[in-house]
Structure formats: C-alpha cells, structure tokens
C-alpha cells in the first residue's frame, strides 16, 4: 500500500485528490498538508488533521502537489529533504522554479507536467506529425479556455502544445486564452490551410480526469531512482 501525502488538500484538486485516493485500496492516506494560517489547519480530513507542519512527510511514500507556485516551492524543499517521491501538477512556474524542479529531481524521483490527463498526453504525442505532416502551408494556432480565477495564462498545457509544436514545425505558435465561468479546461489546437481546416479539441468534462491521473503516476513513481519524469514516462 502507498502512504500517500496531498498538499493544498482544502483546494480544488487537492480535495478531489484526497476523495478519490480514500476510495483506491492501493493508497493509505497519511498527510493533508496546508499552509500555515490556512483556516482548516487543525480540522478533520478522512482519519486525519488537515496540517501546515512537514514533520508528517517522515509517514508519506510519495507527495502530491497541486498547489501555487509559492506553496510548491516550499514543498520542493521538503520533498527533498525528506526524501520523498513528488508528483508535481502546479503550473505558472517561472523559469527560477522550474529549474529548482529539475535540482530536486536529482534528489529524489519527480513526475512534473501542466497536465495529468490520460488524453492530453496523448494529444501531446499525436501533434508532432501532424504538424510536420502538413508542413509550412498550414498555419497553426492554439486556443485554450479556463475558469474565471485561473491565474496563469495561456495554461501550462496550452505552453506545452506551443513548445512542441514549434520544435516540431520550426515555427511560432500563437496561443490565445479564455477565462469564463467554471470550465474547467479546453484546448483547441488548429492547422489551417488555404481550402480546409484541422481543428483538434480536448474537453476536460471534469477535475477527475487530472485526478485520476495524478494518482496512476503516484503508482507508477513508488521505488523509481531519482529523476525528471512526465507523463509520457507514466504511460510507456
């Protein structure tokens, strides 16, 4: 059994995370970590006290991190000095934060990526060919729509289909971003040439599918050697 730790469990993820974990035989959840002065520090979640102490990462096999990039530069310090596996979902990053990722991937086994969605990764494989399939007669650009208090924009996803596109057509990628409502995440990528268009869309219907996948890396991470690994790793 995985002895499981969620920070940021009082947030969305975070506490959709801890609901589906407490369901899968495979997790034993041990600590639900928050920042300090957090008004939940002290209440019950499941069998435990929601904490802002890492003292409890001594009792975790693997953390799981979807917080801000603030929080998760702490827990970075406390995966490493504990030694513990991460699977890290945060996005908006900066550059200075990313390259900490990567210092503490050599400490201990990290799963890092802007999207934990079994089909998004997969979207992620299928674009390079189309794109160099099309070649430079097709224009391409990239569209994705969020919620109206996502912070970061364009999303971490929308960055990394940007970024592999440009490696796979050698070209700039404009990315154009939507904040409404409650969705809760689209991404629309389109090739578009003189006489027809490819339009290719992933929906994520609900914060489950993130979720889901964050745990299924959470599996596939327990006992891995220290390193940077995506979700491309997760499912080869």
């Known amino acids: 059994m995985i002895k499981l730790g969620i920070a940021g469990v009082c947030g969305k993820m975070g506490r959709r995370i801890f609901e589906l974990a407490a369901h899968d035989p495979d997790f034993e959840l041990t600590l639900a970590l928050e ?3 957090t008004p939940a520090i002290g ?3 499941g069998k435990l006290k929601i904490s802002s102490s890492p003292d409890g990462m001594f009792l975790i096999d693997v953390l799981v991190d979807f917080t801000v990039p603030e929080a998760t530069e702490t827990n970075l310090d406390y995966a490493a000095k504990y030694k513990k596996a991460l699977i890290l979902g945060t996005t908006g990053l900066s550059d200075t934060q990313i390259k900490k990722v990567e ?4 400490v201990v086994p990290v799963v890092f990526s802007p999207n934990m969605a079994i089909g998004v990764n997969v ?5 390079p060919e189309i794109a160099r399939k099309l070649g430079p007669d ?7 729509a969020h919620h109206k208090t996502k912070k970061d924009a364009p999303s971490g996803t929308a960055k990394k289909i940007v970024e592999i596109l440009k490696e796979a057509s050698g070209r700039q990628v404009p990315a154009h971003s939507i904040r409404l409502g409650d969705i809760v995440g689209d991404h629309t990528v389109i090739f578009c040439g003189n006489s027809e268009r490819i339009e290719i869309k992933h929906q994520a219907h ?3 599918l993130f979720a889901l996948g ?3 890396a959470a599996k596939w991470v327990l006992g891995k050697p220290a ?3 995506s979700m491309q790793d997760v499912l080869k």
Do not use: M, N, Q
């Not at 210092?103 to 050599?106: I, Y």
């Not at 979207?123 to 674009?127: A, G, H, I, Y």
């Open 43 to 45: 209440k019950e979640a």
């Open 35 to 37: 920042k300090k002065g």
């Open 123 to 127: 979207l992620f494989t299928v674009l």
């Open 214 to 216: 964050a745990l299924k």
């Open 138 to 144: 097709y224009s391409i650009e990239v569209i994705e």
């Open 227 to 229: 390193g940077l690994y």
């Open 103 to 106: 210092e503490v991937a050599r």
């Open 206 to 208: 609900s914060r489950d």
